[in-house]
């Protein structure tokens, strides 16, 4: 089994981690969808458990998923099994379970209290593995409030680690002062990525968490041009015909070749590229059913890719 260290936690994980947004379902910012269509609990429950089976051990979810459906549906999946996995939860985000609406924000630290209570609650644990901030910003005074309030929480015994969720170097750099810190979750795929942030991960030990790996399914090779999405999911209203998208699709059919040699599946090609980036990177892609859990789970078999191969990919994406 390919697997990596969580950062200064010393904790051992599979090298691919699975993403729990999806599965919480739908969910709303006003109007506008903030959650995923078409999702069944009892596919999500089985994708996990064949997850399990596949050795998969890093399980990384957020209170806001689905306005708490996501951790709900996790614990569910995960009930008797906490000493196989390692899980990740996040808080910072305001929500209304009832309506599925997320609005505020809020990282005070009687928030992340309650915050953190409510997320043992729905997921059952008895503790959070690794619990993260879910702000992509936050003022230098109330970052070091909220790192304080969870090193508090560590010392109860109500999580093990912390880290933040967040493409700023400077806010990874804060949140590495801290003892317990071992992760910093950032947007890395093919096309997006800081690649400061992975510099302060090298430097502190820390691991660098992955979320869109695959930017939401497009680096699956499933989309193209025409591709459209129901207004009940988040990718409603993305436009591959045009600007950066379309540039994206160009760029991809440049490098599908590589990406997909030796027998490797599209999606498997970039999880690859993730891996072959930086050893401290954990790509935790998203799913709807056992069968991508199976597809992104044997991309381990394969490993990373080459550094001929990474070079060769880096000259093409700049051209």
Request: glycine share 10%; aromatic share 8%; with cysteine.
């Given at each position: 089994?390919?697997?990596?260290?969580?950062?200064?936690?010393?904790?051992?994980?599979?090298?691919?981690?699975?993403?729990?947004?999806?599965?919480?379902?739908?969910?709303?910012?006003?109007?506008?969808?903030?959650?995923?269509a078409g999702v069944?609990?009892?596919?999500?429950?089985?994708?996990?458990?064949?997850?399990?089976?596949?050795?998969?051990?890093?399980?990384?979810?957020?209170?806001?998923?689905?306005?708490?459906?996501?951790?709900?549906?996790?614990?569910?999946?995960?009930?008797?099994?906490?000493?196989?996995?390692?899980?990740?939860?996040?808080?910072?985000?305001?929500?209304?379970?009832?309506?599925?609406?997320?609005?505020?924000?809020?990282?005070?630290?009687?928030?992340?209290?309650?915050?953190?209570?409510?997320?043992?609650?729905?997921?059952?644990?008895?503790?959070?593995?690794?619990?993260q901030l879910h702000?992509?910003?936050?003022?230098?005074?109330?970052?070091?409030?909220?790192?304080?309030?969870?090193?508090?929480?560590?010392?109860?015994?109500?999580?093990?680690?912390?880290?933040?969720?967040?493409?700023?170097?400077?806010?990874?750099?804060?949140?590495?002062?801290?003892?317990?810190?071992?992760?910093?979750?950032?947007?890395?795929?093919?096309?997006?990525?800081?690649?400061?942030?992975?510099?302060?991960?090298?430097?502190?030990?820390?691991?660098?968490?992955?979320?869109?790996?695959?930017?939401?399914?497009?680096?699956?090779?499933?989309?193209?041009?025409?591709?459209?999405?129901p207004k009940d999911?988040?990718?409603?209203?993305?436009?591959?015909?045009?600007?950066?998208?379309?540039?994206?699709?160009?760029?991809?059919?440049?490098?599908?070749?590589?990406?997909?040699?030796?027998?490797?599946?599209?999606?498997?090609?970039?999880?690859?590229?993730?891996?072959?980036?930086?050893?401290?990177?954990?790509?935790?892609?998203?799913?709807?059913?056992?069968?991508?859990?199976?597809?992104?789970?044997?991309?381990?078999?394969?490993?990373?890719?080459?550094?001929?191969?990474?070079?060769?990919?880096?000259?093409?994406?700049?051209?």
């Amino acid at each position: 089994m390919f697997t990596r260290t969580l950062g200064r936690s010393g904790l051992v994980v599979s090298a691919l981690g699975l993403g729990c947004w999806t599965i919480g379902g739908a969910a709303w910012r006003g109007e506008r969808a903030n959650g995923w269509a078409g999702v069944d609990d009892a596919d999500s429950i089985k994708a996990i458990h064949r997850a399990l089976d596949l050795g998969l051990t890093f399980f990384d979810t957020a209170d806001v998923y689905g306005a708490g459906h996501s951790e709900t549906v996790v614990g569910q999946a995960l009930a008797g099994k906490w000493d196989q996995v390692v899980l990740a939860t996040k808080f910072g985000n305001c929500f209304v379970p009832a309506t599925k609406q997320i609005g505020g924000e809020d990282a005070s630290p009687d928030y992340i209290r309650r915050a953190c209570e409510a997320s043992l609650q729905r997921l059952g644990a008895p503790r959070i593995d690794l619990y993260q901030l879910h702000l992509p910003t936050l003022e230098r005074e109330a970052a070091i409030a909220a790192r304080e309030t969870l090193e508090e929480l560590v010392r109860q015994g109500k999580i093990r680690w912390y880290g933040w969720s967040t493409d700023s170097p400077d806010n990874a750099r804060l949140f590495a002062e801290g003892p317990h810190c071992t992760a910093i979750q950032q947007r890395l795929n093919l096309f997006e990525g800081e690649p400061k942030v992975l510099d302060v991960c090298d430097e502190f030990n820390l691991a660098s968490i992955n979320r869109t790996p695959l930017s939401k399914g497009l680096l699956t090779g499933r989309f193209d041009a025409d591709t459209t999405f129901p207004k009940d999911d988040v990718r409603y209203g993305w436009n591959l015909r045009d600007g950066r998208m379309a540039e994206w699709l160009a760029k991809l059919e440049q490098i599908k070749a590589i990406l997909t040699s030796g027998g490797r599946t599209l999606a498997q090609g970039a999880l690859a590229w993730i891996w072959g980036r930086n050893s401290h990177t954990i790509p935790i892609p998203g799913f709807r059913n056992a069968q991508q859990i199976e597809e992104n789970a044997a991309a381990m078999s394969f490993g990373p890719l080459t550094p001929a191969q990474m070079r060769e990919i880096a000259a093409i994406l700049a051209g």
